[in-house]
């Protein structure tokens, strides 16, 4: 059984810095990309950073647009963990951040909110 659980988030003024976690268990995480993405009020879920495997992908890393040179997505394989260091956050990042995987499988975290304001 596929599970993804989620820690971090919260408030932060402008300009600060946040941190996701995401474990994941049932499946061999090593093997496969891992997604972050968000969604704001009124908006569409979007991607906002994906990791590719070592093995096949190089742990290649992807972001959006909007969010390249801020955030930054890792992995550790021998803990079957991804993360999302966020910097220079942004009133418009404010969302519920969602970790999905393996690959493009329907599993997803919880959600954590991410609330960025003075």
């Known amino acids: 059984q596929v599970l993804l659980v989620q820690s971090g988030g919260g408030l932060v003024p402008p300009g600060g810095s946040l941190s996701l976690s995401c474990a994941a268990e049932?499946?061999?995480?090593?093997?496969?990309?891992m997604n972050w993405y968000r969604q704001a009020p009124g908006k569409e879920r979007e991607l906002v950073a994906s990791?590719?495997?070592?093995?096949?992908?190089?742990?290649?890393?992807e972001y959006a647009d909007s969010v390249k040179g801020r955030f930054t997505v890792s992995r550790d394989d021998s803990k079957n963990m991804l993360y999302l260091q966020m910097n220079n956050l942004k009133p418009d990042d404010t969302a519920v951040y969602y970790c999905?995987?393996?690959?493009?499988?329907?599993?997803w975290g919880q959600g954590t909110q991410v609330t960025v304001s003075a």
């Open positions: 999905q995987g393996p690959e493009s499988a329907n599993y």
């Open positions: 049932g499946f061999t995480f090593p093997l496969y990309t």
């Open positions: 990791i590719a495997d070592h093995k096949r992908g190089g742990g290649t890393a």
